[in-house]
């Protein structure tokens, strides 16, 4: 930064009215979220029915499951292609430009949302390794979308409201995990009303119809409608004018670009020395000793806090329906067809999302210019520690027939301060903290490390859940694990850490992008003679 026309434009920037396009870039950059939610969530839904479809025992007293390493690979794959995309155009985003890259990971998301949908070849080993193959790419493109749509939101706000744009971003997500359920209801209703079947007990094999087999597809397949909706206006962004000014170091086009598209009048001024200025003040690398003093501690902060989060988060999201079962909220699989079993799934994943997830992002929008990131987060991570020793310690107590509801409610408000806490300031802290040259990088690496928990809880959970009683297993191709009232004791754990290290995190309430990650420092220290810095 530091030449006088760059200033002039950050501080307009920093002090801009809140108006249309705002708004605009929320939905845009929001709608990839929703497409993410939606995504990441529905194979959920469809996991059970894939079970009876596919991997049906013949004389089997129970529908079939899918066997543990195809159930962990379809959950997963998507997670990992999700940890190696956030990496990927976190560091492209800062080498080639915001906007550049944007439109990139949504085309990746619309063509893997249809290929999922898709099978080479009707055996269950063909069907699941195609699904797997395009849930991949399509976690890809969704992976890239976490750094990009944070730091794009975050480069055009103001400091005033930038928390409440970036959390709405996040939110949308919400919406995503209510469309999923919404879709999944209808279309297991339309088919169960058009195909009529038994139940499992009545008749194992006339319970899943033939016609079972596009419902999974259809869920799957229109994932990709919200990034076609949304595409053509990605392509229409500019690119931000704090990457064009700061990074690709042109305060005129950022000028040009800001009065386009929010109708700010800056009058850049090329001043002489402006080159060797920010070439200067801009001369330490990520991996360099002044970053890590810098930014080291902020970096393992929004990294760590991300990954314990993201154990807790995505264990009890991806597993809700082995949860909603093993309490008794949904009957047992044998009273029901494989369309009533998915229509009873998908009801209870919107009703905790419409009572818990989504109110909890709306709060977060509402407040965190109010209260702040670090109090919210504390705050999260603190009712999460409450919420799961409270179903943890008595966990027997729950599973009892007239505790079901009591145990739903808690469940249901772990989620909300999920929201309402880190699960949202996880993924706006880091837009906000590190220099424009590798925040996109700084937010990828974190999101990353997020993933990597979700990994951790969706793969480690899966086992650790089972029965310690190995003839009580969900399927004979499990181990004994450790119970889900110690797996709960154990995300309980997680939060405990996640409050701990939120303590390594700076506050960004109120200040401007430069302020926070010491680009002004770097300025005062580089053109002495003083130019003002925002």
């Known amino acids: 930064m530091a030449a006088k026309g760059q200033v002039d434009l950050l501080l307009k920037l920093d002090h801009a009215k809140t108006q249309l396009y705002h708004v605009k870039a929320v939905i845009i950059s929001g709608m990839g979220f929703f497409t993410d939610a939606y995504d990441l969530f529905c194979i959920s ?55 550049r890259v944007f439109g990139i990971t949504l085309l990746l998301m619309m063509i893997s949302s249809i290929g999922s949908g898709l099978s080479f070849g009707s055996s269950p080993k063909t069907v699941m390794a195609t ?8 976690g890809f493109g969704i992976g890239g979308d976490y750094p990009l749509s944070a730091t794009i939101m975050a480069e055009y706000s103001n400091k005033k409201t930038r928390g409440a744009f970036i959390a709405a971003v996040f939110a949308m997500q919400g919406f995503g995990i209510l469309a999923g359920g919404v879709v999944a209801m209808a279309v297991s209703a339309t088919f169960g009303a ?40 990605r392509m229409k962004m500019p690119e931000t004018p704090r990457y064009t000014a700061l990074v690709a170091k042109n305060a005129e086009k950022a000028s040009r670009d800001m009065s386009k598209v929010m109708g700010i009048e800056v009058q850049a001024q ?33 990294a760590s806090t991300w990954f314990l989060l993201d154990i807790a988060y995505y264990s009890q999201n991806l597993f ?3 949860i909603f079962s093993a309490v008794g909220w949904l009957p047992k ?30 709060f977060t929008v509402f407040l965190i210019d109010h209260i702040g990131r670090f109090t919210i987060q504390l705050i999260g991570f603190f009712f999460m520690t409450v919420f799961m020793f409270v179903l943890a310690i008595p966990y027997h107590h729950w599973t009892l027939k007239e505790n079901n509801i009591g145990f739903v409610v808690i469940y249901g408000l772990t989620f909300f301060f999920a929201n309402f806490g880190p699960n949202s300031t996880t993924f706006i802290v880091p837009a906000e903290i590190f220099p424009a040259r590798f925040r996109s990088t700084c937010h990828g690496i ?15 959970f899966l086992y650790a859940a089972q029965n310690q009683d190995k003839s009580k297993v969900d399927h004979p191709g499990y181990p004994a694990g450790i119970g889900m009232k110690n797996s709960l004791m154990v995300l309980g754990m997680m939060n405990v850490l996640g409050f701990l290290l939120t303590f390594l995190v700076p506050e960004p309430k109120g200040r401007s992008l430069e302020e926070i990650s010491g680009e002004n420092e770097e300025v005062d220290q580089a053109h002495p003679t003083g130019v003002e810095t925002v």
């Open 45 to 99: 839904l469809v996991t059970k029915l894939l079970g009876r479809i596919y991997y049906q025992v013949e004389g089997s007293p129970k529908p079939g499951i899918l066997p543990p390493n195809v159930a962990a690979a379809v959950n997963g794959v998507a997670l990992c292609g999700t940890l190696a995309g956030q990496l990927f155009f976190g560091w492209l985003g800062d080498k080639l430009g915001r906007k």
């Open 131 to 138: 699904l797997c193959f395009f849930r991949f790419w399509l």
């Open 194 to 233: 058009v195909y009529k079947a038994p139940a499992y007990s009545v008749d194992p094999v006339g319970s899943t119809v033939p016609q079972a087999d596009y419902v999974w597809r259809i869920i799957l397949m229109l994932g990709a409608l919200p990034a076609a909706l949304t595409y053509y206006w």
């Open 270 to 302: 090329k001043e002489v020395g402006e080159e060797k200025v920010i070439n200067k003040s801009n001369s330490f690398g990520l991996l360099s000793e002044e970053f890590l003093r810098r930014h080291g501690l902020h970096l393992l902060g929004t």
């Open 320 to 322: 809700q329906k082995d």
């Open 333 to 362: 699989a044998t009273t029901m067809n494989a369309m009533e079993e998915l229509f009873k799934i998908a009801r209870a994943q919107f009703l905790i999302a419409l009572c818990g997830t989504v109110p909890g992002y709306w």
């Open 446 to 460: 974190s999101a990353a490390a997020g993933k990597a928990g979700a990994i951790i809880g969706a793969f480690g």
